[in-house]
Nanobody, 123 residues
Framework: QVQLVESGGGLVQAGGSLRLSCAASGRTFSGYTMGWFRQAPGKEREFLAAISWIGTSTYSADSVKGRFTISRDYAKNTVYLQMSSLKPEDTAVYYC????????????????WGQGTQVTVSS
């Protein structure tokens, strides 16, 4: 199992940008698909983006396509979520997840999750 720690959340004005980081530890980073989710108050957790362990394939939800970009740095065992053109409706707790199965990750059933980082977008 992989241990995940998110960072980079905070308060930003609408139209601004943030980059979230997710540092992985515990075992080898390779072989794991990494992804980002978010959960706003009163809403279900929402899949945002994923990146394959090779890093050649990425997946993005329609709600953030063109605004959010996922990437990973093998040397640092870290995955990033670059967020731009942020909107108040992007306000949520953002979670990092890891799994050896892309389908299991996208369904929200990953075996490894971070503790989450709060992102608040003011209007």
């Amino acid at each position: 199992q992989v241990q995940l720690v998110e960072s980079g959340g905070g308060l930003v004005q609408a139209g601004g940008s943030l980059r979230l980081s997710c540092a992985a530890s515990g075992r080898t980073f390779s072989g794991y698909t990494m992804g980002w989710f978010r959960q706003a108050p009163g809403k279900e957790r929402e899949f945002l983006a994923a990146i394959s362990w090779i890093g050649t394939s990425t997946y993005s939800a329609d709600s953030v396509k063109g605004r959010f970009t996922i990437s990973r740095d093998y040397a640092k065992n870290t995955v990033y979520l670059q967020m731009s053109s942020l909107k108040p409706e992007d306000t949520a707790v953002y979670y990092c997840a890891a799994d050896t199965s892309i389908s299991r990750l996208r369904s929200g059933a990953s075996s490894s999750w971070g503790q989450g980082t709060q992102v608040t977008v003011s209007s």
